[in-house]
């Protein structure tokens, strides 16, 4: 048995389950080179069959993805692993995840098939799979409420049958760490063929015990993890990587495998990317990427940690990817400091033509505010990268009158598909005037479900950073924008969100 835990994320999967974390292809190409950057094992991209939307981001994440093993999930289904098996043509290394329920309740009530025939299906389902890939994972949805037996029965079946990762999804957060830990422990035990395969769990967070599970599940024996960033997922969510992954290196003395191979000072950017992206912010007492993880606020503590910080510090802050924020760059540093500085930090620019753009943010940023940080400068690469998406509205102008006593008013000029438009509305708040001035013009038909704002670094010149989730017709985006005026960032990130909106995504859901 190899002594490396294997870290599959499905945060571009599962984690995308979550209401409102819907991701444009784009967004996913980014989450995933950041999972890359991790040394992540396997990256679960999305399901192919649900969307033309949801089949070109898969696809775009196995072109683009060299490093890590690509995964797309299938139902057992032929068209669904046919779908899958075409969109993962481009990748390095494919992975075909097929599915299929074993809890009696799921067997009756959803798929009214008996148990026999879900053995026969999940058996043909590898067996197809397998003439795309020799990396095919199994999963018996529901299995943290199925027979045991039966479990045994069809693991072995798909196991003879080509499967080489079998998972064992606690799909409704059920089980408790002792109980999931030996299902394990006796899975591997009783099927045969176990030692074919690598073990692998996932677990759901519903009673809040998905890391303890899972972690119970490595120590029983198995050599995978699903796990998600900030472990978003459907409902309350999926294991959070940061959490398995700093667990297993920081009590090497109780787990018998490692995650040497992660570079574990990506974890801060990633969770800070995913909740960038999806609006999903991240509790400030989370643990590992939360704001005050790591953050002394009792004088005793603050004291110890001075005297030696082991003794209240079981990590250090900088191991996960906390940074000083250091400035590094101001208004008369040039064009080889900025592209050296995004060098240090991994950020490349696909042409000239990008990093130009981006330096022209920088002097326009500089100009405004005088000490120009790490954060500052990732939000600036993010701002290059929505500009891209832009594509249909861009925002020419925007004047917002607000004082005391008086209605605040916006002027709003966009550019849309190539021609100027102007828009005016008053509103409760300057924000409330500038979408109301954006709607006079677009008329989207939009229901706004979320509006967050954040502040980048720390002073009154930080940018914003704003986050808008619109709805359509069932169809949820995110948009986000930074600015040093709030109000701009917001007008732009109610316009990314648009622009969204005009390529909607109408997808299926893998689980129904
Ligand atoms: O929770 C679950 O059971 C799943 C499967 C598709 C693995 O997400
Ligand atoms: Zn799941």
């Keep these: 048995m190899s002594n490396q835990l294997i870290i599959f994320d499905t945060t571009l999967r599962d984690g995308e389950q979550s209401p409102g974390a819907s991701m444009t292809r784009d967004e996913k190409v980014r989450i995933a ?22 089949f070109a981001a898969v696809k775009a994440v196995a072109d683009a993805i060299k490093d890590s093993t690509i995964c797309g999930l299938a139902r057992a289904l032929d068209k669904d692993i046919d779908r899958v098996g075409e969109a993962l043509k481009g990748a390095n290394s494919a992975r075909i995840h097929t599915f299929i329920a074993t809890s009696p309740i799921h067997m009756k009530m959803k798929l009214r098939m008996e148990p026999d025939a879900v053995l026969e299906q999940a058996v043909h389902a590898v067996k197809r799979a397998r003439k795309y890939t020799d990396n095919v994972e199994f999963s018996p949805e529901d299995a943290g409420r199925s027979d045991f037996d039966f479990l045994c029965r069809i693991l072995e079946a798909v196991i003879d049958a080509g ?16 109980q999931f830990g030996s299902l394990i422990g006796n899975l591997i035990e009783r099927v045969p063929n176990s030692d074919k395969v690598v073990f692998s769990v996932h677990c759901h ?66 969770s800070r990317l995913v909740s960038n992206i999806t609006g999903f912010t991240v509790q400030p007492n989370k643990a590992i990427v939360g704001v005050n993880a790591f953050a002394h606020e009792s004088g005793i503590h603050q004291d110890g940690v001075l005297k030696n910080r082991e003794t209240y510090e079981i990590m250090r802050a900088e191991d996960v990817g906390w940074s000083a924020n250091r400035m590094v760059l101001g208004k008369h540093s040039g064009r080889n400091a900025f592209r050296t500085r995004l060098t240090e930090l991994g950020v490349t620019f696909e042409s000239e033509e990008d990093l130009n753009a981006a330096f022209v943010r920088f002097k326009d940023l500089a100009d405004k505010k005088h000490e120009i940080f790490d954060d500052d400068l990732q939000a600036i690469v993010t701002e290059t990268n929505l500009e891209a998406e832009n594509e249909r509205v861009k925002l020419v102008g925007l004047k917002v009158c607000s004082e005391t006593g008086e209605t605040p008013n916006a002027v709003i000029t966009l550019n849309v598909d190539g021609e100027e438009k102007q828009g005016t509305s008053d509103g409760g708040g300057p924000v409330d005037a500038a979408f109301k001035a954006i709607e006079t013009v677009m008329n989207s038909g939009t ?66």
Excluded at 36 to 54: L, N, Q, T
Excluded at 163 to 178: E, R
Excluded at 492 to 507: G, Q, S
């Design 205 to 270: 967070n519903d009673l809040g015990l998905a890391v303890a599970n899972s972690l119970s599940a490595v120590m029983n024996g198995a050599r995978q993890v699903e796990c998600t960033i900030n472990g978003l997922g459907e409902r309350a969510g999926n294991a959070s990587l940061e959490e398995i992954v700093m667990a297993v290196s920081t009590r090497q003395d109780v787990f018998d495998c490692t995650v040497d191979h992660l570079d574990k000072t990506q974890i801060v950017p990633c």
């Design 447 to 512: 229901e706004l479900q979320l509006y967050s704002v954040s502040n980048i670094t720390s002073g009154t010149d930080s940018q914003g950073e704003v986050t808008v989730r619109l709805q359509k017709n069932g169809s949820i985006v995110n948009g986000q924008g930074a600015d040093t005026d709030i109000v701009i960032a917001s007008a732009k990130a109610y316009i990314n969100a648009l622009n969204k909106v005009m390529e909607p995504i109408d997808r299926q859901h893998p689980q129904v």
């Design 163 to 178: 499967a080489t990762t079998v998972n064992i999804p606690d799909t409704v957060g059920y089980n408790v760490p002792q």
């Design 33 to 54: 080179k950041a999972l890359e950057k991790m040394h992540v094992d396997v990256i679960e991209a999305g399901f192919p069959i649900a969307s033309e939307g949801d």
